[in-house]
């Protein structure tokens, strides 16, 4: 039998299991457990005194009522103390089910006490544990997939060049610079991404005129994109507290984005206002736009819009997860809006003066 079968059948058990502790149990309303153990210590004393008084009428030897009341106690505290006990041997158990990778489990019980909120908080913590551990595992597989294929291509044009089907001239040896480049930048990017995730950076305090930042960004992009259309408008001395990298770091990949989804020839507007305690940065472009359906998962990572063809090359969808997180560690927000008539518009704010 192998392991899938193994977990279906322990999953299966873990059911019927489950099935049998939802029972209402007679002190299972009861909201609190000093209440019930009260009322099974009351149960024991009374069913003790009761057996003694039993076996006195019916002239049972005297070394035997003890025995009897004191069984008939026990039982009786079996039976009270069951469905207090239970949901936590069951908790236990699916700790250790946790601990081998399982986060199926979850715990039923119609206890109302302090164990049956300890059993809901467990049932809340597997079900976060176990979307964390699907995130996770489809981030890896996302990963794997986009690291493959620029080492596929590097590889096979190595290949050609080993086996003499291939030339060294200048055009392949760009190509697989071009393909070496992209491999760095996804690195990186998948480092960053995790870092960030991590909370392991501390965050730079620099004192920034937003104005400079995003100038210094766009005279960047234009070195890359020489025949690119940029303007940047924004009043003196707009100030943010912030890590100057990493903010660079979002603007460049917003206004990057513009500039790639642009039609050949069309204009990047960045503007940025100053607004009651906060700036903003609007950056607009006239490309396809993204849906409105789609402005939330932009943020996702390895996340690309169906059929965007962004006209300077494709990334690997996660320059705006990584834009996301840094602007929320600034305590800022990010937003898709409409351009008017047509593109997109990314707005970017965050506390300054
Ligand atoms: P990528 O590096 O793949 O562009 P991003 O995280 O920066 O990754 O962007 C994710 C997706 O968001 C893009 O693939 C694209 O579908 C969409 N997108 C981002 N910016 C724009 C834009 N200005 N116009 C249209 N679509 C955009």
């Given at each position: 039998m192998n392991e899938s079968e193994l977990s279906s059948l322990d999953r299966e058990a873990n059911s019927q299991v489950e099935r049998q502790v939802h029972?209402?149990?007679?002190?299972?309303?009861?909201?609190?457990i000093k209440t019930k153990w009260s009322i099974v210590i009351l149960a024991a004393v009374g069913v003790t005194a009761l057996m003694s008084q039993i076996g006195v009428q019916l002239g049972w030897p005297i070394w035997v009522r003890p025995i009897v009341a004191g069984a008939l106690a026990l039982l009786a505290v079996q039976f009270l103390a069951h469905g207090t006990t239970y949901p936590l041997r069951r908790m236990a158990e699916a700790s250790k089910a946790m601990a081998r990778g399982d986060y199926s489990r979850q715990i039923t019980t119609s206890s109302r006490d302090e164990v049956g909120d300890l059993a809901d908080a467990f049932n809340q913590m597997s079900s976060e544990l176990a979307e964390a551990d699907r995130l996770q595992k489809e981030f890896i597989a996302n990963a794997s997939h986009e690291l493959r294929t620029p080492v596929a291509a590097l590889q096979s044009t190595l290949e050609n060049l080993v086996d003499g089907v291939g030339r060294a001239d200048r055009e392949t040896l760009e190509r697989m610079l071009a393909q070496s480049e992209h491999l760095g930048r996804l690195v990186t990017q998948l480092l960053d991404l995790s870092r960030l995730e991590a909370g392991s950076d501390r965050l730079a305090q620099n004192q920034i005129d937003l104005g400079d930042l995003l100038n210094e960004v766009t005279t960047e992009l234009q070195l890359s994109h020489p025949l690119a259309i940029m303007e940047v408008k924004a009043p003196m001395g707009l100030r943010v507290e912030g890590d100057d990298l990493r903010l660079r770091r979002v603007f460049t990949n917003i206004v990057g984005n513009a500039l790639r989804f642009s039609p050949y020839g069309s204009p990047v507007t960045v503007v940025a206002s100053r607004h009651e305690g906060s700036v903003r940065v609007a950056v607009h472009d006239l490309g396809p736009g993204i849906p409105v359906d789609e402005r939330q998962r932009v943020?996702?990572?390895?996340w690309q819009a169906d059929g965007s063809a962004p006209t300077g090359g494709g990334g690997a969808g996660l320059g705006l997860a990584i834009s996301k997180r840094i602007i929320d560690q600034h305590l800022g927000e990010i937003q898709i809006r409409d351009n008017q008539p047509n593109g997109a518009c990314l707005v970017v704010t965050l506390p300054g003066t």
């Open positions: 029972r209402p149990h007679p002190l299972s309303a009861i909201r609190s943020f996702e990572r390895f």
